[in-house]
């Protein structure tokens, strides 16, 4: 699914307020994009950039044109892409854009564009001089901020952006669309609850990273079922190793989904992965409770972002898994 069509049929009020906003040359100097983990807010981000810039805009960028090309190529000369997704943003680099910005832009379009990636995670520093950047927007300058988190984002960014916010697409529907891709069903189903449009769903299941941590919660999880000691030294095993913090937390939140599986198991409820129903339910025939587990493997993902060992949020979540086991 293209960005185009995503806007056009799931996205339909920012599809039309951007839209018009193109057709009536009445942009606003800074937007800010708000949606939910999962949704595709850089891609958006970009492709309202990229409409900025297309030669042959309808009023989107048309993805055809040499503009638009170069831009899908990073070699637009007028656009700065910060990313605070991984890192937080700091003060030097909102320096680096002013004094690009203070000179005059390279291409013929004349607009310097910028974007900026999960705003919330810059320090105050930098916000301090953002915030006098878009107090004074020169000329044909705009900025696209993007958050996962509207109330981390202080106010006075907030008062000087149009916001527009991108809807989740249902689960059910999700799972629809994602039939035209070419992938297993528990890839699929594993990918969904963090992925919420069907072309990072794909990108996410080719990454290098996806099999190495889909199969620390699977191997773990079905070395537990069979033996919950194995399970503890196996968890050390894949677990330990993973070194992005967010794919730890995601390991943590697969286990709480994982949890929540046994419980709808349990009352013969729908499963979200339903494709790992045999492992579900040997898990539901090892934990005797797993709605206390669903609580503690959250508290514990939370953790991460403390930068706590990982050695030692697996050996809690271990020795609580263990300690809900039928037989212990
Ligand atoms: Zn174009």
Known sequence: MTIYNYLKDYQPIL???????????????????????????????????????????????????????????GNYTDFYFFDGSESSIKKDSVLELEKAFSMTSVEHKGVLIYVIHNVENMTIEAINSLLKFLEEPAGKVYAFLTTNNLHNVIPTIKSRSQILSLQLIKRDVLLKLCESIALPQDDIEMLVPFYNIPSLIEEEAKSERYPEYKRAVIDTLETFSDNPKRGYLKAHELIVPLRERFVIKRVFTYFALFFKDVVNYNIGHERLFKSYDPLIKKLAATIKNPLPLIVATYEISKKVDDYVNTGLLVDELLIKMVKETTDE
């Open 15 to 73: 599809f039309q307020t951007f839209g018009n906003a193109l057709t009536t040359n009445n942009l606003s100097h800074a937007y800010l994009l708000d949606g939910e983990p999962g949704t595709p807010l850089k891609e958006v981000a970009f492709y309202l950039a990229k409409s900025l810039v297309c030669d042959d805009p309808n009023p989107f960028a048309c993805d055809k044109c040499l503009a638009c090309h170069r831009f899908e190529e």
